[in-house]
Structures are given as structure tokens and as C-alpha cells.
T-cell receptor
Framework: AQKITQTQPGMFVQEKEAVTLDCTYD???????LFWYKQPSSGEMIFLIY??????QNATEGRYSLNFQKARKSANLVISASQLGDSAMYFC????????????FGQGTRLTINP | DTAVSQTPKYLVTQMGNDKSIKCEQN?????MYWYKQDSKKFLKIMFS???????INETVPNRFSPKSPDKAHLNLHINSLELGDSAVYFC??????????FGPGTRLTVL
């Protein structure tokens, strides 16, 4: 069965520091995609970054990068130079299936950036 | 310019009532979804439609009935609402294999 695990329920980081949010996944399907979403206190779900299982390079989008370690089945999100506006819930998700598409989400990590 | 919109944003109703949530996307995507986020923030897929055809029904009680009149709209109708249905319901859309774009969510409270 496909599963995403985020082991950090909450994290507190000082502004301007880098932060790594952990995500491990479990699937027997060789084709999958990994996503990170941000959910601020206002409630919307904001797409941050995507990594495909066959991608050779780690994905980067501005201050966000995805540390993809396929053998370890981990897909950690790294946020560089954190800002107060980064305080939010962060969800790791995996897309499974070639035909029917769905996202399986982890439990989320609440990130708080301290000034 | 809203990409995925949902109405209403808040819905407060009594147990036993029937209610609907509407979703529209203007991104031209073929696939639309309904997710439920519970009080612990856990998100779970409920349904997925591709070009108006149901392709995922994730063991949701049949009190929940999605309807897709066209590929830009996916509505969710809930019959005989129960206390446990209280949650935030998100609509989303995507192209195949790409990221899913989420609507703002509908917070349903059943009293």
C-alpha cells in the first residue's frame, strides 16, 4: 500500500535559517511523483515543488528544493533563508498510479518561523 | 482570475439535512478531485473525475454523490448529513501527471 510519513509534527526555526522538513514514502510502483504543498493559516493549499521518480536531478523552485533520495525512499523539503511568511502546515504527497490519479498525503508538519 | 473556485466557503447545517458544494475550474484541466481534510488536518481523496467520468471512488459512503456536468465543474452533494461529516472539503484539478491545483476549501460544520 502507498504511504507517506512525516515524522515531525511541529518545527520551530529562527528567521533566515534553512529548514529541512522530512518525508518518507512507501510504494512498490516504479512510477510515482512526489509533491510538497503549503497550507497557511488562511487554509488554502499552495503547490510548492514536484519530483518525478525518474528525474535524475533534485527539483528546485526558488527558495525550495527537494532532497530526493530514491534508495532511502525519502523526499525532504529544504527551505533556504526562511521568512516569517513560511510559517504554515507543510504536506508531502505522493501521486500514485498511471491511469487513475490521486494524491496520498502525509500527516503534515507545522512549521513556525520565529523572528 | 480564480483558477479553482468553490462555493460556499462556509456551510453550517443541521444533522440530517442535504447540502451541495460546487466547484469550477478555468484551467482547462481534464481531471478534477474531491478531498476531505479532517480536524487533525489529514487530507484524503474522496473522488476523482476525468472528462466527466468517475475514475476514483475511495470507499466513501454513498450519501456522498459527486456530479460532473462538464469537465470544468465537479459538484459534491451530501445526503443525510452526520456529525462526522464536519470537515474541510477541497476541490482540485490537474492535467494528468502534473500538480493538482486546489480550491480554497469549504468548511462544513454539522450541528
Amino acid at each position: 500500500a502507498q504511504k507517506i510519513t512525516q515524522t515531525q509534527p511541529g518545527m520551530f526555526v529562527q528567521e533566515k535559517e534553512a529548514v529541512t522538513l522530512d518525508c518518507t514514502y512507501d510504494t512498490s510502483d516504479p512510477s510515482y511523483g512526489l509533491f510538497w504543498y503549503k497550507q497557511p493559516s488562511s487554509g488554502e493549499m499552495i503547490f510548492l515543488i514536484y519530483q518525478g521518480s525518474y528525474d535524475q536531478q533534485n527539483a528546485t523552485e526558488g527558495r525550495y528544493s527537494l532532497n530526493f533520495q530514491k534508495a532511502r525512499k525519502s523526499a525532504n523539503l529544504v527551505i533556504s533563508a526562511s521568512q516569517l511568511g513560511d510559517s504554515a502546515m507543510y504536506f508531502c504527497a505522493m501521486r500514485v498510479g498511471e491511469g487513475a490519479q490521486k494524491l496520498v498525503f502525509g500527516q503534515g508538519t507545522r512549521l513556525t518561523i520565529n523572528p | 482570475d480564480t483558477a479553482v473556485s468553490q462555493t460556499p466557503k462556509y456551510l453550517v447545517t443541521q444533522m440530517g439535512n442535504d447540502k451541495s458544494i460546487k466547484c469550477e475550474q478555468n484551467l482547462g484541466h481534464d481531471t478534477m478531485y474531491w478531498y476531505k481534510q479532517d480536524s487533525k488536518k489529514f487530507l484524503k481523496i474522496m473522488f476523482s473525475y476525468n472528462n466527466k467520468e468517475l475514475i476514483i471512488n475511495e470507499t466513501v459512503p454513498n450519501r456522498f454523490s459527486p456530479k460532473s456536468p462538464d469537465k470544468a465543474h465537479l459538484n459534491l452533494h451530501i445526503n443525510s448529513l452526520e456529525l462526522g461529516d464536519s470537515a474541510v472539503y477541497f476541490c482540485a484539478s490537474s492535467e494528468v501527471y502534473n500538480e493538482q491545483f486546489f480550491g480554497p476549501g469549504t468548511r462544513l460544520t454539522v450541528l
